[in-house]
């Protein structure tokens, strides 16, 4: 597994705490099929989340221009254009990393198949202020999730450099442009009622479609977890210190009636790892 500094970056100055960074990724060296602590569970989550973001960030990026021409706040504006382009960046690599586990066995490819054809169906079915407002919800997930990554590093342990430090700059970036779509919803005159009421349906469906798809995967590769490898996963997304059981309490306060995505203040995280990137590019 190589530790070698295998990005290249290009930034834009940022004067509202959203940073377009281009980045390009090497997956060249990903050349175990099981790059994530030798656990397949564990890989094909990773795989299942990568697979679902190009669809899906290209549902938010869409959303969120629907509204756009309502929107007459400039810094606000300014900050849809770079949380546009963080989310082009992101998809442009995740593509690329799924190509390569394609390449590996993980049907990541396929899972942005399927994931485009249900937001296909999503957007035949639901408005536009819906959508959005899924958009919201999704991104409020996003965030709590990026937060964790960043405050649990030991979980990013064992993970293939190329990935881990693809995750961590998708982390910091969802964190640095997490209340845009909030504040769009909003300042169009987006209902909280709504939100909750597609919230509910999202926080039923998105860790059943993960972990289903995640298990497809598993099935799609013909890998079989050993008993180890299972308690391993379970301990990593549902034990005291997992994903599912931490992000629990973020996850609630978007109930609140008075709920911003930026009382959660990770800014001080954001600049720890910021650092922390630039010294693994920096070889
Ligand atoms: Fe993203
Ligand atoms: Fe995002």
Known sequence: MSTTADISMSQTESTNGIEVRRMDFSFDQVDTMDWYRGNPILT????????????????????????????????????????????AHHTNQHKLANEKLESLGWKAQKIEKRVEKAIALLNAKRSKRERLAATVCLEHITAIVAEYVLTHPKQLEGMHPSIKYMMIWHAIEEI?????AFDVYMATGGQRK????????IAVLFPTLTIGRTIYLLWAARRMPSWVQI????????????????????????????????DHDNRALVEKWKAEI?????G
């Open 194 to 201: 709504t939100l909750l009421r597609i919230m509910r349906a």
């Open 278 to 282: 630039e010294a693994y590019r920096a």
């Open 44 to 87: 094909a989550f990773i795989a299942v989340l990568s697979g679902t973001f190009p669809p899906g960030e290209q549902m938010f990026i869409e959303s969120v221009r629907n509204y756009k021409d309502r929107v007459t706040d400039p810094q606000l504006l300014e900050n849809v254009k770079d949380f546009t382009r963080q989310e």
């Open 176 to 180: 640095e442009h997490k209340s845009v």
């Open 231 to 262: 308690k391993e996963a379970w301990g990593m997304l549902f034990g005291e210190d997992g994903m599912f059981t931490c992000i629990k309490a973020p996850f609630k306060d978007f109930y609140r009636e008075d709920f911003h995505p930026d």
